[in-house]
């Protein structure tokens, strides 16, 4: 049986400056019968912008093996879950300290990337009172996972990272997210390709419901209408291990169906329950540079042209144009339009003397191979588990193998001094 305690730490709004206000950080200690005084780890979640699993038994299906070693930490990153949540209710916008103007709005949400993530989660170690923790970020919750490397390695066991080593810009290196977003347009192509050529019925299903978007555009059971963008970014299921199944029986659907409808909408990735995901997602690959709607700004005018070129995590303009995240429009714009400062300094990486053990999928669709393996070469204490057997899900989609693999590495890493 699961032991589960809450833990309410209050943190400043701006870490880092002299903003005014505190938010409330919220964390679930999970544990079991064996747990005593096991070590704590860390979980950060992907996203940016979706809270930590609510657990069961065996969900997530690494807890089991997580918890024979540690307690975990379930961290509702700010702004998300119990953490002072962000969102769009009864007509205005709440968790944003009262701001309504979109461009309050965007300021406020500044203070919501991972370099505060990580200092929330130190107020939480603090709170624990332990010196030091091991972490496990999967996704974004990996790129948190460099930042905490960079910044607090004084405080770390240890760091397991799943599909999560972001581009980290090298000194005069072109620090520009859309270099990142170009290279997962042609993963995508390559996985579009592969799921129209083994579902050719797919392939005129889902040129017909591109039409009728472009055309008319598709209502939505919520009473917002679905764009080319929403339609385009149902690749996002590509992805992940099993998605192609997903994305092959919501188009079997005629377009005209209710089913087909209250399937449309329940699978946009991006949507108005995490609206941080959408509107803040391109600002987790930034360090020291605009984000001006990077993924559009990487898109080739033949993927544009190409209705069977499904799009992942590649945030487009038109999603905050119509549909259910029409609201945050000016936010999202206002978002794109701001300079971020550095989130990875280089050379602190290099000196992050930190047992850190990461899963690179080789066909992950979000965060690209080489890309990872170049930021695994800037750790000094990092081993990488090279797999393609699951995709950028593996720690979801392999009931506790992917973590199997990393503890190996560390095991590994530790008893080589």
């Given at each position: 049986?699961l032991k589960?305690?809450?833990?309410?730490?209050?943190?400043?709004?701006?870490?880092?400056g002299d903003t005014?206000g505190?938010?409330?950080v919220?964390?679930?200690?999970v544990g079991?019968?064996d747990?005593g005084?096991?070590?704590?780890?860390l979980y950060?979640?992907?996203g940016?912008g979706?809270?930590?699993f609510?657990?069961?038994?065996?969900?997530?299906t690494?807890?089991p093996?997580?918890?024979?070693t540690?307690?975990?930490?379930?961290?509702?990153?700010?702004?998300?879950g119990l953490?002072?949540?962000?969102?769009w209710?009864?007509?205005?916008?709440?968790?944003?300290?009262g701001?309504?103007?979109?461009?309050a709005?965007?300021?406020r949400?500044?203070?919501y990337?991972?370099?505060?993530?990580?200092?929330?989660?130190?107020a939480?170690r603090?709170?624990?009172?332990?010196?030091?923790?091991?972490?496990?970020g999967?996704?974004?919750?990996g790129?948190?996972?460099?930042?905490?490397?960079?910044?607090?390695?004084e405080?770390?066991?240890?760091?397991?990272?799943?599909?999560?080593?972001a581009r980290?810009?090298?000194?005069?290196a072109?620090?520009?997210?859309?270099?990142?977003?170009?290279r997962t347009?042609?993963?995508?192509?390559?996985?579009?390709?592969?799921?129209?050529?083994?579902?050719?019925?797919a392939?005129?299903?889902?040129?017909?419901l591109?039409a009728?978007?472009v055309?008319?555009?598709?209502?939505?059971p919520d009473?917002?209408?679905?764009?080319?963008?929403?339609?385009?970014?149902?690749?996002?299921?590509?992805g992940?291990?099993?998605?192609d199944?997903?994305?092959?029986?919501l188009?079997?659907?005629d377009?005209?169906?209710?089913a087909?409808?209250?399937?449309l909408?329940?699978?946009l990735p991006f949507?108005a329950?995490n609206?941080?995901?959408?509107?803040?997602?391109?600002t987790?690959?930034?360090?020291g540079?605009?984000?001006?709607?990077?993924a559009?700004?990487a898109r080739s005018?033949e993927?544009?042209?190409?209705?069977?070129?499904l799009?992942?995590?590649h945030?487009?303009?038109e999603?905050f144009?119509?549909?259910?995240?029409?609201?945050?429009?000016d936010?999202?714009?206002?978002?794109?339009?701001?300079?971020?400062p550095?989130?990875w300094?280089v050379e602190?990486?290099r000196?992050?003397?930190?047992?850190?053990?990461a899963a690179?999928?080789t066909?992950?669709?979000?965060?690209?191979?080489d890309?990872?393996?170049?930021?695994?070469?800037?750790?000094?204490k990092?081993?990488?588990?090279?797999?393609d057997?699951?995709?950028h899900?593996g720690l979801?989609?392999?009931?506790?193998?992917?973590?199997?693999?990393?503890?190996?590495?560390?095991?590994?890493?530790?008893?080589?001094?």
């Open positions: 049986m589960c305690e809450d833990l309410r730490v209050e943190v400043p709004l701006d870490h880092f005014p505190t938010i409330e919220y964390a679930r200690i079991n019968a747990s005084n096991k070590p704590y780890l950060l979640q992907g940016p979706v809270e930590a609510r657990p069961t038994e065996n969900s997530p690494w807890l093996e997580a918890l024979k540690h307690r975990v930490v379930m961290l509702d990153q700010r702004g998300t953490s002072s949540p962000i969102g209710v009864d007509g205005r916008f709440v968790g944003t300290g701001a309504q103007d979109p461009e709005v965007a300021e949400m500044s203070f990337r991972a370099d505060a993530i990580v200092e929330d989660a130190e939480v603090r709170a624990l009172g332990v010196e030091k923790w091991a972490i496990l999967q996704s974004f919750g790129f948190t996972s460099l930042r905490y490397l960079a910044e607090h390695p405080s770390l066991l240890s760091a397991r990272i799943t599909g999560g080593l980290v810009p090298q000194p005069g072109d620090p520009d997210p859309a270099i990142a977003y170009a347009w042609q993963i995508m192509r390559e996985k579009s390709q592969k799921f129209f050529s083994q579902y050719p019925g392939a005129e299903a889902m040129k017909k591109h009728r978007a055309t008319d555009g598709i209502a939505l009473g917002t209408v679905a764009a080319e963008a929403h339609v385009r970014s149902l690749g996002l299921l590509l992940a291990s099993g998605g199944q997903k994305l092959r029986f188009l079997e659907h377009v005209d169906s209710a087909l409808r209250h399937d909408q329940a699978s949507s329950r609206p941080l995901y959408a509107a803040f997602h391109e987790c690959w930034a360090s540079a605009k984000t001006d709607w990077a559009l700004r005018a993927a544009a042209d190409d209705p069977l070129w799009s992942g995590e945030v487009d303009p999603l144009r119509t549909g259910p995240l029409a609201v945050w429009d936010v999202a714009q206002a978002l794109a339009e701001r300079d971020w550095v989130m300094d602190k990486l000196k992050a003397d930190v047992p850190t053990a690179v999928y066909h992950d669709a979000f965060v690209p191979r890309m990872s393996r170049e930021t695994a070469g800037l750790l000094p990092c081993e990488v588990w090279e797999t057997a699951y995709e899900n979801a989609a392999s009931d506790g193998e992917v973590l199997r693999q990393l503890n190996g590495l560390l095991e590994g890493l530790n008893a080589a001094g």
